[in-house]
């Protein structure tokens, strides 16, 4: 048995058994990928998988526990080269990030450019996705860290930590009527056109389930993922938005000309921003030093001990 045959075991299973596409994304054959399965399956003598003809159906009972010790092989292998990177060129590699849209605009750029200044020689890829793919990069070892706001508590295979507190914000034209009300209610913003984030992003969980308390029905008339897009179309009159305290923050950005901003984290509750690192993994010296930079609760102590386990979470 070899790594090969491990990589292509485990792709096929993250490809939903499609033979073809694991070869794909393998860059190799898709007969090749089939024989090596089978390979490993005649020196196993177990079945991986079900077939239904030259088709992977399901993953047997025995491959499930195939699947598990693959996963915990590969992932050391990951770790061993990660130890060999960090002492035979300590201050250069290759850093990936995952992280929603709003972290990356908003939250990121800072601690980027000041990991940058302090590990000059080291190159940062920045993904890019919905929270649950944020998540499965990290699982995937696509990235080395995960930052977003929903869903990455609910992998058993992530090691998260809460980095920083934040509340949504109403956005109003100026001039706009309820930008002259000292106390706004969600009866009052459920009257007017509201555009704000896609059911899957950036907390958007919290605001449906604070009108769903007061059985109040939003009229929700565009749902996007990026603030800049929410703002923009407040700009232009279509509706009041709601987006992260974040894309309204520093000294008149553009996606804010021409608005006010009211907060509404007594109306809608406060969100917790995650980190997410894979459970096992080897943590080179710039990936803690950029958890510091993200959020001064984590520290590299914090992090090296949720890493082993002594720590499962802790409040902001």
Aim: glycine share 6%; net charge neutral; aromatic share 6%.
């Amino acid at each position: 048995m070899n790594l090969h045959q491990f990589r292509f075991v485990q792709e096929a299973s993250r490809r939903n058994l499609n033979l073809t596409e694991a070869a794909r994304v393998l860059h190799t054959s898709q007969p090749g990928v089939s024989k090596a399965i089978i390979d490993l399956e005649q020196e196993l003598g177990i079945d991986i998988f079900t077939r239904h003809g030259k088709r992977l159906k399901s993953i047997t009972e025995p491959g499930r526990h195939v699947l598990e010790s693959i996963a915990v092989i590969l992932r050391e292998v990951n770790n061993l080269k990660r130890i060999g990177e960090e002492y035979t060129a300590q201050d250069t590699g290759t850093f990936s990030i995952a992280s929603t849209h709003t972290q990356a605009r908003y939250v990121l750029p800072q601690p980027v450019a000041r990991l940058r200044q302090a590990w000059p020689k080291v190159s940062i890829r920045l993904h890019q996705g919905n929270p649950q793919q944020v998540a499965q990069m990290v699982l995937d070892e696509q990235a080395e860290i995960g930052v977003a706001t929903e869903s990455l508590a609910d992998y058993p295979d992530l090691v998260t930590l809460p980095c920083y507190e934040w509340q949504h914000m109403l956005a109003l034209p100026e001039g706009h009527p309820l930008a002259r009300q000292k106390r706004i209610t969600l009866e009052d913003i459920a009257a007017w056109p509201l555009i704000t984030y896609h059911p899957s992003f950036t907390g958007r969980a919290l605001i449906d389930q604070a009108f769903a308390q007061r059985e109040l029905q939003p009229r929700i008339v565009l749902e996007a993922i990026d603030s800049d897009v929410i703002t923009t179309y407040v700009q232009l009159g279509l509706g009041i938005g709601i987006v992260a305290e974040m894309a309204t923050q520093g000294s008149a950005p553009e996606n804010m000309r021409g608005l006010l901003t009211r907060p509404l984290g007594h109306l809608l509750g406060s969100n917790v921003a995650r980190v997410a690192f894979k459970r096992g993994a080897y943590l080179r010296q710039f990936v803690y030093h950029f958890a510091e930079l993200l959020s001064d609760r984590l520290d590299r102590d914090l992090v090296a001990k949720a890493m082993q386990g002594h720590v499962a979470d802790y409040e902001l």
